[in-house]
């Protein structure tokens, strides 16, 4: 059986939290890893085109950028690729907010073994794949206008189109039952999150502190009845209990 090589690009400017995760990243029977490292941003960001990395492992805290400022840019700039946050202890409520920015997970420094970052490493690939394939079936349901609400009035998932002000213009009644309220009051409302097309992200839509409700959102962009739109799907899964496990574990 032929080895699955997975490509690592390392944005990291401490040489030794980059000898360790070379030292970690060892071949195995059926994994090979390519380990490239950068200690700048830009030179990181510069070298995806040719390396075409599999996943990015981000330091927060390089030298031109602090904190949810160096992955909001490297999220800019990464193409797709998923992002995986090396987070200080004294980061990781930003590598949080990272997380529901968009990044597929984050590691404290210090504090994860060999086989928990070669398991976060094949998890955060597999979900941006899932990200991904769901963008592709947003634009193919898009396409098929105007069977569009006939199509989605039956999916499982929650579906919401929304206009560039974020203005709801069509719902299908699972996003209804998701948000908790009636279809009629959903459609005309404003979402109260910033849509990242493209992209998946945790989104807290109840904010009892006592009990807060996240879904997991994948997005795109569409032209819908003629006009520019959002097209999003919605729903509980895997990496909304992975969201709220970090929440806990930093006394939310």
């Given at each position: ?20 995760l ?14 490239q ?7 990181g ?36 690729v ?38 976060t ?20 349901l898009?396409?098929?206008?105007p ?51 493209g ?25 819908w ?11 509980e ?16």
């Amino acid at each position: 059986m032929t080895a699955q090589t997975l490509r690592i690009l390392v944005i990291e400017d401490n040489p030794g939290d980059v000898r360790l995760l070379e030292e970690m990243l060892v071949p195995t029977g059926d994994v090979q890893y390519e380990v490239q490292s950068f200690a700048r941003l830009d030179s990181g960001l510069d070298a995806i085109a040719d390396y075409s990395p599999s996943v990015i492992l981000l330091d927060l805290g390089l030298g031109e950028t602090q904190g949810l400022e160096t992955f909001t840019a490297a999220q800019e700039g990464a193409g797709g690729v998923p992002i995986v946050i090396l987070s200080g202890l004294g980061d990781e409520a930003v590598a949080t907010e990272a997380v529901a920015e968009g990044a597929q997970d984050y590691l404290v420094k210090g504090e994860f073994s060999e086989e928990r970052l070669r398991r976060t490493i094949r998890y955060a690939i597999e979900r941006q794949r899932r990200s991904d394939t769901a963008e592709e079936r947003i634009r193919t349901l898009v396409a098929e206008e105007p069977g569009f609400s006939d199509i989605v009035m039956n999916q499982p998932d929650g579906v919401i189109v929304a206009d560039s002000t974020r203005k709801v213009l069509f719902a299908n009644p699972a996003a209804a039952e998701l948000f908790t309220v009636p279809v009629d009051d959903l459609v005309g409302s404003e979402l109260e999150f910033n849509v990242r097309p493209g992209a998946s992200q945790m989104v807290q839509i109840r904010e009892d502190p006592r009990n807060p409700k996240f879904l997991e959102a994948h997005s795109a962009q569409a032209v819908w009845s003629g006009s520019d739109v959002h097209v999003l799907t919605f729903r509980e899964g895997e990496h909304v209990g992975f969201f709220r496990r970090i929440l806990r574990n930093i006394g939310f």
